[in-house]
């Protein structure tokens, strides 16, 4: 979940790599670090921001520096400091790394080293891991630094992306890649890395995603020479060409990221239905399902794996796929999936979902699906990753560059994306009709508005926001379709606010948490007139009874809720599949508000970082 940055060519580094770490601070950010080099080095860390670690360095005229590395830290091994912070060095001095991941079996090699006279001034796995190197180093004198670390790395057990630096090969830089991303920009005789690309698009479109077990050595005499570091494999350059602008991952005038990402669903809505939905006559288009329909046609199970906001957009897509295409659903949180021991059977589908693609555990649990013989059809948003990369098939939900840690504009295009997949499958099996299939297509097309109408009437919500930024509990209640959307309300509360939350099936209030209920605590209710309301009612009833203080989320023209909320933020009438997209975004803004009157650090919560790489 850290961020990596990496330069070598012929321009100054100190700015590239410092713009390249804030842009990659979503990541983590505990601590910051940078090594640079012209004829001597230069290694500055801290607890704290890349802002800290900027301050620290203004006084340093490094403009001669033509190489470089930087991190900007989420703590695994050892709590946030200096000491802990990377780059990290080797005994000797001479070799510097910065890591992204976990060396599982670093313990017994650190115990290794310590009895061959090596000391260590970290808690940090990726400190044992350069010293390894050093170690393999001093026994082969005559290997040069990317043979010692594809020696050193066929000794660990774990996930890791890294760049290396030798000062005995001062034109070279080693970056390597199993399990944790890492991105390689071309531009002439300069090669930028990143953990994902954004550090260089202002400088290339041109790049190269590692793969697993892949090492690459840039260097400014050969170029770039990429090999596989189990078998020395020299391996083919598949070189892409990025899309991504620079515009999308800058803040564009709003306070914060997320703030910014809550107001761009409009366009991403738009942007994940291009050539996917038409009208005249009303149509869905989906290649990787028209080309795979065979698998889809047999299947028995959909298996969805996901963590986080993405389980709960799969928890969403489960009762799309069996209202829709009445097929069978499981959702897996991946991490609790890939410990098991799963029965999957030869005509199940299984169903990765990740924003990032990158997600630690929901690859794992791929991967295992895989070696099971699944059919494996992704859906994630990061073109190229390695989700992207591992599945059979699947597709992109084109949300754009998701910056703020607590996911908003992802979670809307993954839930559209399955909408519009089990509208076109149920329609194919025919377990819809056609006058159901063209009122789908009518609703989703008008997503986009009218999720602009709700956004227009932010004001309202931050007015609401302002009146319970002190509370300290909060209890989410939703039914049927709006269950997930309760769940994923409470998280973005708990992630940006530090609020406590919990979100239910409002039928379940009455099983435990009614418990809670009294004057200090808000209950906000996702009561659209869609499905199940007069049971929404009696449980609005039933808190109001116990003094519970009542935010709902109604239906434009709702007069019976409204009129026993204590507030309320109305949604435009829609369908009943729509409904809960539409539902979903006045809790972002709600979330968003309470945070920021809080004061809270809302695009960088503490504890968190956007793309869990690390179990």
Known sequence: MCGIVGYIGEQSTKDFIIDGLKKLEYRGYDSAGVFLFDSKGYLKKCKGK??????????????????????????????????????????????????????????SIKQILIEKGYTFQSETDTEVLVNLIEEVKKSNPELKIGKATQIALNQVVGAFAIVVFDKDSPNELVVAKLGSPLAIGLKGKDFFVGSDPSPFIKETNRCLYLNDYELAILSRKKGLTLRDFRTNRVKDQKIEKLKLQIEQVEKGGFKHFMLKEIFEQPKCINDSLRGRIFSNPAKIKISSVEEYWEKFKKSNRLIFISCGTSWHASLLGEYYFEELARIPVEVEYASEFRYRNPIIYKDDIVIPVSQSGETADTIAALKLAKEMSAFIYGICNVVGSSIARETHTGIYTHAGPEIGVASTKAFTCQAVTMLIIATEIGYKLKKITKSK???????????????????????????????????KNFLYLGRGYNFPVALEGALKLKEISYIHAEGYPAAEMKHG????????????????????????????MEIKARGGKVISIVTEGDKEIKKISDDFIEIPECHELISPILANIPLQLLSYYIADFKGCSIDQPRNLAKSVTVE
């Open 50 to 107: 890349v802002a800290d670690l900027e301050k620290k360095m203004d006084d340093d005229n490094l403009s001669s520096c033509t190489i470089g590395m930087g991190h900007t830290r989420w703590a695994t091994h050892g709590i946030p400091n200096t000491k802990n912070s990377h780059p990290h060095v080797s005994n000797n001095g001479k070799i510097f790394i910065v890591h992204n991941g976990i060396i599982e079996n670093y313990a």
């Open 513 to 540: 948490p009614i418990a809670l209920i009294d004057k200090n605590m808000p209950v906000v209710v996702v009561a659209t007139k869609k499905g199940n309301y007069k049971k929404i009612v009696s449980n609005v």
């Open 437 to 471: 299939y063209s009122e789908i297509i009518d609703g989703v097309q008008n997503l986009s508005d009218n999720v602009k109408k709700i956004l227009k009437k932010s004001n309202k919500v931050e007015e609401i926001a302002k009146k319970y930024s002190k509370s």
